[in-house]
């Protein structure tokens, strides 16, 4: 299958550029794979579709303000996004402009922060080596900015403090606790603490993992057969905790809902052939896309995503390329809100 076959056009005023007011105000697109149909609900109705004995799963990764503006010596502006750590102090990051950036260079970030260039790879990524004193995450929340993903309209100027202060809060789930991510958890954004504790009191269990999104769930695919590309590993954690409520309730004859695509993602990589998840932590590089079997989600909560990209392979491989992309364009017709600050939709 080509990467061209998951490609649609949508109309850019669709892409949602602030979040709502309220988390749980979003809508919501329910497809039933069965049926090949889908009907358009609110993200409030989620508890009618879920039953006592199901069991809800989180990505419970906090963002970092990894995002690092500043100047290079010739005064030109330089931006390097932290994605994740190589080595005592050493980390790979995505820089712009990266062939401005010579091995050696300094950058200083508020002089609360320098980061020297050790080596420079292909599409972007560097090798830096940080300098500060204190705690790095610490320092990152004085000196960093929230990594937005790119259709997110911001000025390109020092962020305006308001706006940045807005953003640290709302592109974040109300269940962040690991920080490591640098993009968020989209799906898990729709939550709050009320809806949560709603779930758990209709018997609902609710289980959480932890899986720090990197250049595996955002890096763009350029080649043009799916199979051929290769995904970034990305690092997850899963409690013993987890794996035995995940196990005992879908044993029990309970449903797996997963809350978006990293936590499909994780909790396929850890799972055996008979669909029990196993504990432990480690690198995931799989790349889920159609004909996949999967083994141990039921149910699939997921924002709407980028034509082209891993993500909506992944959606396609759980519910049908041809019926994924038709409920799209129902979407486009109904004018809902897509990607990350977006709606979403329940996959049945």
Known sequence: MLVSDFDYHLPEDLIAQEPLPERTASRMLVLNRAAGTWEHRRFRDLPAYLRPGDCLVLNDTRVLPARLVTRRPSGGRAELLLVRPLGERVWEALARPAQRLREGMTLDFGGRLQATVLARGEEGVVRVWLDYEGELLSVLEQVGLTPLPPYLRRPRQESEPAREQADRARYQTVYARAP?????????????????????????????????????????????????????????????EAARLINERRAAGGRCLAVGTTVTRTL?????????????????????????????????????????????????????????????????????????????????
């Open 268 to 348: 396929e990589t850890v799972s055996d052939e008979a669909g029990r998840v196993q504990p432990g932590e480690g690198w995931s590089e799989l790349f889920i896309f159609p004909d996949y079997r999967f083994r141990v989600v039921d149910l699939l909560l997921t924002n709407f995503h980028l034509p082209r990209s891993t993500l909506l392979m992944l959606v396609s491989a759980f519910a049908g390329r041809e019926l994924v992309l038709a409920a799209y364009q129902a979407a486009i017709a109904e004018r809902y809100r897509f990607y990350s600050y977006g709606d979403c939709m329940l996959i049945l």
């Open 180 to 240: 490591g991510a640098v993009a968020a958890p989209t799906a898990g954004l729709h939550f709050d603490q009320a809806m949560l504790e709603a779930l758990e009191k209709q018997g609902v269990a609710v289980a959480r993992l932890t899986l720090h999104v990197g250049l595996g769930t955002f890096r763009p695919v350029t080649v043009e057969r799916e199979e051929d590309h290769q995904m970034h590993a990305e690092y997850y954690q899963v409690s013993e």
